[in-house]
């Protein structure tokens, strides 16, 4: 069974997107702020060398436009710790202590029955999640990480810890037996 988890995925599965709109994503470092989105809260907290923290991505609900760029700010400085944070965090550290715990979050509070489901079906038979990247590790920078990996990981009851790093296989993500 092959599953589109993209962001154009035309069935129930496009909640498992990072870009998906659900609303009351709590904002890592960020008390009494939300987003709607995973994505919303990774690039509302990048900073480049003409731009900081953007609050206006948590609210973006649309799917589009999220992106915040290298040819529109500059080069990228690493992730604010926290909208009104001192600290910043390199690319891994933003990885772990920002979009890790924030799409866990997702997977743990929004998409439960999404996950229980794909557990259900990968009993019967071998699932595949299509994703645009392959790239399960989180400590491998040269490459997007997969979200696909994330909820197999997940799924499989392995979801990386911000304290400790995952290196799954690169390469089709499938679900187990």
């Known amino acids: ?17 990072p870009f998906y709109p659900y609303g009351e994503i709590p904002v890592p470092f960020s008390e009494g702020y939300e987003a709607m989105c995973v994505e919303g809260v990774w690039q509302g907290l990048k900073v ?3 731009s900081d923290v953007d609050v206006g991505m948590f609210q973006n609900d649309t799917m589009r436009n999220i992106k915040r760029t290298v040819r529109r700010f500059g080069r990228p400085l690493g992730h604010r ?10 690319y891994l550290e933003a990885r772990r202590q920002i979009y890790l715990p924030t799409y866990r979050w997702v997977l ?8 229980a489901r794909l557990r259900e079906a990968s009993r019967r038979q071998t699932i595949v999640l299509l994703d645009y990247n392959t790239n399960g590790d989180v400590a491998d920078l040269s490459k997007p990480l997969s979200h696909a990996a994330l909820v197999k990981a997940y799924a499989e009851g392995i979801y990386p810890r911000e304290d400790c790093l995952l290196e799954m296989t690169n390469g089709t993500e499938e679900m187990p037996r």
């Not at 092959?2 to 997107?17: F, M, R």
């Not at 710790?81 to 390199?90: P, Y």
């Open 108 to 115: 743990e509070h929004k998409v439960g029955d999404i996950i």
């Open 81 to 90: 710790k926290g909208v009104h944070g001192t600290e910043l965090l390199d």
């Open 48 to 50: 480049f060398e003409g």
């Open 1 to 17: 069974m092959i599953c589109d988890v993209t962001s154009q995925a035309k069935d129930g599965l496009v909640k498992l997107s």
